[in-house]
C-alpha cells in the first residue's frame, strides 16, 4: 500500500496513489471541520480511469471544499495553509423550507404574474357604519332575475359589494333579500332602480354609485332582451329598436360609464365583462335582432379592450348557451331549429355561468379572459345543428 503523499516509482503504483488520494479528497471535502474521520461519508459518483490515472467523479452531490480538505492539500505541496473563507450565515427567506432565521425576514417584491402590484391593489376604503369597507365593488345591470341574480349573488358570496340595476324595483329587492342580510341595502348590496336605455338614468346611477363607495372594480354589462320570435319579415320597427336599445344602446351606455369611473379613479382601472351569447357566434331562426346585437357585443368588447389598454381597464366577454332562466324558458318546451323542427334542447344551471364570471373579475389587471364559452354540453351548437 502506498502511503498518502508519496511519490510511486511505477506506473502501476501511481494509479493506486492516484485512487487513494482521490478517495481521500473526496472523504475530506464532504467532512465539515472537526468530524472523526470515522464519520466521514464518501461523495456520490463514481471511478473513472483513463490515461493520468483514475479519478472521483462526482455526481448528484456537488463538492464542497472544507477548511480540512485545503489543509490536506496545503501539507502535500508543503505550503502553508490557506486561510478558510467565511461562510456566510444563512437567512431564512420568506417560502424557505428548513433552515434557521438568524435575522428579519426579507421582503420581497411578489411576480407580477402571481401577485398584485402597486397600482393593482385597491385603495383601502374609508371605514363605513355599514361594514363595507375593504370589499371590492361591483354593478351588476338585469340584476333582478336570471343570469344578473346569479351572479350577483356569487360575487357577494366572494365578499364583494354589488350594485343592484334594473328597471323593476321589486326584482332589485329580491335579490337583495337573498343574500341573507336583514334589509334590502346592507354592506354587500345596493338596488338602484335604472332603465339602462336612458342616459340620465345611467348617468344617475354611476353618481349614486360614485358618491356611496367612491370607486367602481367591476362592471358585469347583463341587461338584455331578446325580442318576439317571428319571421324577419313579420319583425316591427318598435321591437327591433327595443332590443337594439336595451342590448347595444344599453351596453353602450353603462360602458361608457364604467369607463370614466375607472379612467378617473384611483388606483386607476378596473375591469368590464360583457354578456355575449352564443349567437354572437352563430344564430337562431327567427332571431335577426338578438343575433345583431350580440354580434355588435363583440366589436363592443374588442373596442373596450383596446380603448382600455392604457388605464388599466381590462374587458371580456362571456358567451352563454342555455342557461336556465325565464328568457330560455321555450327550450325547455322545445324550439325551433334550424331543420324546422321543434326540439326540446338540455339547459344548465345558471349558477355554472355565475361561477366564471367570479373567476374573471378575481383576475389581476394584468390579466385578461378576452372571450369565454359556456353552454350546455350537449346543446346543438358545435357541430352542424
Known amino acids: 500500500m502506498v502511503a498518502r503523499g508519496d511519490r510511486p516509482p511505477r506506473r502501476a503504483d501511481a494509479v493506486l496513489w492516484s485512487y487513494v488520494r482521490c478517495r481521500d479528497r473526496a472523504y475530506a471535502d464532504h467532512a465539515r471541520p472537526g468530524t472523526p474521520a470515522a464519520n466521514y461519508r464518501p461523495a456520490r459518483g463514481s471511478w473513472r480511469h483513463g490515461p493520468g490515472g483514475a479519478r472521483f467523479a462526482p455526481g448528484s452531490r456537488p463538492v464542497r471544499r472544507y477548511p480540512a480538505g485545503m ?3 496545503a501539507e502535500r505541496v508543503g505550503a502553508a495553509p490557506e486561510a478558510p473563507v467565511a461562510q456566510a450565515t444563512p437567512v431564512a427567506r420568506a417560502g424557505q423550507v428548513g433552515g434557521t432565521a438568524t435575522a428579519a425576514r426579507p421582503t420581497l417584491p411578489a411576480p407580477s404574474s402571481r401577485g398584485r402590484s402597486p397600482r393593482t391593489a385597491p385603495t383601502p376604503q374609508e371605514a363605513r357604519e355599514d361594514g363595507s369597507a375593504g370589499r371590492k365593488v361591483a354593478l351588476v ?21 354589488v350594485v343592484l340595476a334594473g328597471r323593476r324595483a321589486d326584482r332589485l329587492e329580491e335579490t337583495a333579500r337573498q343574500v341573507g342580510y336583514a334589509g334590502i341595502e346592507g354592506p354587500a348590496v345596493l338596488p338602484v332602480p335604472t332603465d339602462v336605455t336612458r342616459p340620465d338614468e345611467v348617468d344617475a346611477l354611476f353618481t349614486t354609485l360614485r358618491d356611496r363607495f367612491g370607486r367602481l372594480d367591476l362592471l358585469f354589462n347583463n341587461a338584455g332582451a331578446f325580442g318576439p320570435p317571428v319571421p324577419l319579415e313579420e319583425l316591427s320597427y318598435d321591437d327591433w329598436r327595443a332590443v337594439v336599445d336595451v342590448n347595444l344602446n344599453g351596453a353602450f351606455l353603462c360602458a361608457q360609464a364604467a369607463f370614466r369611473t375607472m379612467r378617473a379613479q384611483e388606483p386607476q382601472g378596473g375591469r368590464i365583462i360583457n354578456n355575449g351569447s352564443l349567437s ?3 344564430p337562431r331562426p327567427h332571431s335577426i335582432a338578438y343575433t345583431a346585437t350580440k354580434h355588435a357585443m363583440t366589436g363592443l368588447t374588442k373596442s373596450l379592450s383596446l380603448d382600455g389598454r392604457p388605464y388599466r381597464i381590462a374587458c371580456g366577454q362571456i358567451d352563454i348557451g342555455n342557461a336556465a332562466t325565464e328568457m330560455t324558458g321555450r327550450m325547455q318546451t322545445g324550439i ?3 331543420n324546422g323542427r321543434t326540439e326540446v334542447e338540455p339547459v344548465m344551471d345558471a349558477a355554472d355561468v355565475a361561477r366564471t364570471v367570479v373567476h374573471m373579475a378575481a383576475l389581476p389587471l394584468e390579466a385578461n379572459v378576452q372571450f369565454a364559452t359556456v353552454m350546455a354540453t350537449a346543446m346543438p351548437y358545435v357541430g352542424r345543428g
Open 336 to 338: 325551433l331549429q334550424a
Open 141 to 161: 345591470t338585469g340584476a333582478g332575475s336570471g343570469i344578473g341574480r346569479a351572479v350577483a349573488l356569487a360575487l357577494v358570496a366572494d365578499h364583494w359589494t
Open 71 to 73: 489543509a490536506y492539500d
Open 280 to 282: 354572437a357566434h352563430v
